[in-house]
């Protein structure tokens, strides 16, 4: 396991249901960043934002943002994460994508879909978990409203990391930024919420907060929360999860459960 994760995160408007504008935008800011970097995260549904109209924008899994994010991982010789709209088999998913430096990938399908907007009668729900493995580090990919829910996330096979991507809307933050917290200290990981910012097709306001907490909840970002357009970096440290969780095994009480 590698003893330190560089983590980017990039919290940004996006442009509505305009995939061309938003790979633009995104290209000059990964081109952008500063520091060496092993992960890039960005918001959910980054090149559409969250919209109910999947007809109008889906890809497939070989369209335009799957080989723009295989160009981009190689050009910046790092992983970069995110969900996108995917149509498959006549069906469409809220599908996050983990993209390798090497092209390869793996992806998780939002399991907890957005009742208030509908979501579940647009969208198909994922129903597996999904940890990668980058760098000998564990990561378990969440989207948005799979945040509300504990269970789901429940950190029964020792992963070091959760992320979260979402379109989490200004009305509702504290929620956001309270389980975000929760959910780094209830399992005993570092938790990564990456947010969008500005509004939306629908008028919804989105004021960021992406955050980084460690295993004992605590903000490693030097600025928290930022609620304007930003490049955010942080560094993960592997020792801080191994003697943290070697001095308080709250891990071994934990319940034992299979998901179905």
Not at 71 to 92: W, Y
Not at 103 to 116: A, V
Not at 241 to 246: A, E, L, M, W
Request: aromatic residues 12%.
């Amino acid at each position: 396991m590698k003893n330190t994760l560089q983590v980017t995160l990039i919290q940004s408007h996006l442009a509505w249901e305009n995939p061309i504008q938003n790979r633009a935008v995104f290209s000059h800011k990964i081109n952008s960043i500063s520091q060496k970097t092993d992960l890039i995260v960005l918001p959910e549904m980054f090149t559409t934002g969250f919209t109910m109209n999947p007809e109008t924008v889906a890809e497939t899994m070989t369209g335009e943002t799957m080989q723009w994010l295989i160009k981009m991982a190689k050009i910046s010789n790092c992983a970069i994460t995110g969900s996108i709209v995917i149509k498959e088999d006549d069906m469409f998913y809220n599908r996050m994508i983990f993209m390798y430096p090497d092209g390869t990938y793996e992806s998780y399908n939002k399991h907890q879909l957005f009742t208030l907007a509908k979501e579940q009668h647009v969208y198909t729900a994922g129903q597996k978990e999904v940890i990668v493995e980058y760098l000998g580090w564990k990561i378990k990919l969440l989207i948005c409203y799979d945040l509300r829910f504990p269970v789901w996330a429940r950190n029964t096979t020792n992963y070091d990391t959760l992320i979260y991507v979402a379109s989490w809307p200004k009305i509702r933050i504290n929620a956001w930024d309270t389980l975000l917290k929760a959910r780094a200290i209830e399992n005993m990981c570092y938790c990564i919420g990456v947010n969008r910012v500005g509004l939306d097709g629908k008028g919804f306001e989105h004021n960021g907060h992406s955050a980084i907490y460690n295993v004992l909840g605590e903000s490693i970002l030097q600025e928290n929360p930022i609620e304007k357009e930003a490049i955010l970096y942080a560094t993960l440290k592997a020792d801080h999860i191994k003697q943290t969780r070697k001095k308080l095994p709250f891990l071994q009480d934990r319940d034992h459960f299979t998901f179905l």
